[in-house]
């Protein structure tokens, strides 16, 4: 029951990534809760804003031209691509899923 709880608490694996026959589970999970009112406690106000280097944007396209999209984009990508997570809302979507605001 632990490693279950563990598991779906959203510590280990992004909630949002679940499939559907498991997403159920993580309403069982006892570490869900406590995770999600921390993570909202943490990031979820108005002046919860990351800001991305230029070093950052590289790291990033770096990680994509890696993962296998041809080298040429690299410096296109490196202009183009937005900061991963511009502010606390949009982690704590993206961590616990859509329906995180509730």
Do not use: M, N, W
């Not at 779906?8 to 589970?25: I, K, N, T, Y």
């Not at 950052?56 to 040429?72: S, Y």
Request: with cysteine.
């Amino acid at each position: 029951v632990l490693s279950t709880s563990l598991l779906f608490g959203g510590l280990f694996v992004s909630l949002a990534s679940l499939p559907r026959f498991l997403a159920p589970l993580q309403y069982l999970s006892l570490f869900r809760y406590g995770f999600a009112g921390l993570l909202k406690l943490e990031f979820q106000h108005a002046d919860a804003v990351f800001d991305c280097s230029s070093e950052d944007k590289e790291l990033l396209a770096q990680r994509v031209i890696d993962a296998g999209a041809p080298a040429k984009l690299l410096g296109r990508l490196v202009k183009s691509l937005p900061c991963p997570t511009p502010d606390g809302e949009t982690h704590v979507k993206r961590v616990l899923g859509d329906d995180a605001a509730s």
